[in-house]
């Protein structure tokens, strides 16, 4: 992919993303019926978006499916001119969830997820301070996550998937964690099989792991029902027209971190929220369509917040992982970037 092409998507490339950001398993037929367009038309389109790495569906399982972990926001100052070297190298080991290039104070920031217990912290955390790149860096445990959201394209288009159904509004989306006991085997395998593409046919998988489409059908809707498996849709923000990434640090009173938390969770454009261990904080990541309607927010919401006492920010340039997913337009951008 190339910045290019993201120039070129019109509204209805735009609404197709949105749809299958609200379910990335959607059918064609289902996705054209949402965004009022023809199904030869979108599907022409949907696959194409996905052919060129604007969006990459994928299926990963919830924390928790490997036994207990733990997670860490590692933030890294990287020696002149190695934050994409550093971030590449950040982004191809299995523990790291996500993975970002910032402006600011950091040039890269990442959460990593520490499996096994207390025991394992030291030597995780020592092979990513020893990435060849790495100068300085900052690690801080995530309390509680109040808040993940693969959704933000609705505030662009909340005609198209109208309002969030019951039981579905941002304040009740804490993610939900499962135990290794939930999953078998062909659980795995299906899981697995849905990693690279999360659009492949039930039959397709079937045929794969030796269990009929019916079987793999039935395992799969489990397992999402239950929130033990995520359905991902990335896609770079500027596809949809968004200019304005930000991850803030929000310092709150310690008596309000919990009603601060819930009311900043209510705001569509918040993709990520959690406490922090460290200077009793909550960590936000932002999406807005403009810098101005991010200064909108910081001045006449967050700073109103009872409780909230200051913040720290860093604008996002390139993320390379989300969800334990490489996203696939990153190496292009790069490059891109870097050739000026």
């Not at 395998?189 to 593409?197: C, H, K, V």
Request: glycine share 6%.
């Amino acid at each position: 992919m190339n910045l290019a092409t993201l120039e070129d998507l019109d509204d209805l490339d735009k609404r197709i993303v949105v749809a299958l950001q609200h379910d990335g398993r959607a059918s064609w037929r289902a996705v054209a019926e949402a965004v009022d367009g023809s199904v030869t038309t979108v599907s022409r389109r949907g696959q194409q978006l996905i052919a060129d790495g604007v969006v990459r569906v994928a299926a990963v399982p919830a924390l928790g499916a490997d036994g207990p972990s733990d997670s860490f926001w590692v933030r890294i100052n990287c020696a002149t001119g190695t934050q994409v070297q550093v971030a590449a190298a950040l982004a191809a080991n299995p523990d790291v969830r996500f993975c970002t290039i910032v402006t600011g104070g950091y040039d890269v920031i990442l959460e990593l997820v520490v499996r096994g217990g207390a025991a394992h912290h030291a030597r995780i955390l020592q092979e990513v301070q020893s990435v060849p790149g790495v100068e300085r860096w900052r690690s801080d445990l995530i309390l509680h996550v109040y808040k993940v959201s693969f959704d933000w394209g609705r505030q662009l288009y909340r005609e198209l998937l109208g309002p969030p159904a019951e039981g579905d509004e941002a304040e009740a989306a804490e993610p939900v964690t499962c135990a290794p006991e939930h999953f078998d085997d062909a659980d795995r395998q299906i899981i697995a099989a849905l990693r690279d593409d999360g659009r492949r046919t039930f039959q397709s998988i079937a045929d794969e792991v030796g269990m009929n489409e019916s079987s793999v059908r039935r395992r799969f809707e489990r397992l999402r029902a239950s929130q033990c498996i995520s359905l991902l849709t990335l896609v770079p923000s500027a596809a949809l027209g968004m200019s304005s990434e930000a991850l803030m640090t929000v310092k709150v009173a310690p008596s309000r971190i919990d009603a601060v938390a819930h009311e900043l969770a209510r705001y569509p454009f918040v993709r990520y929220l959690a406490a922090m261990l460290d200077e009793n904080s909550l960590l936000c990541e932002i999406i807005t369509p403009t810098v101005e309607e991010l200064y909108a927010f910081i001045t006449g919401s967050l700073a109103r917040l009872d409780g909230v006492e200051g913040w720290n920010a860093s604008l996002e340039v390139l993320y390379l992982k989300r969800g334990f997913v490489e996203t696939p337009w990153w190496r292009a951008q790069a490059s891109e970037i870097a050739a000026g």
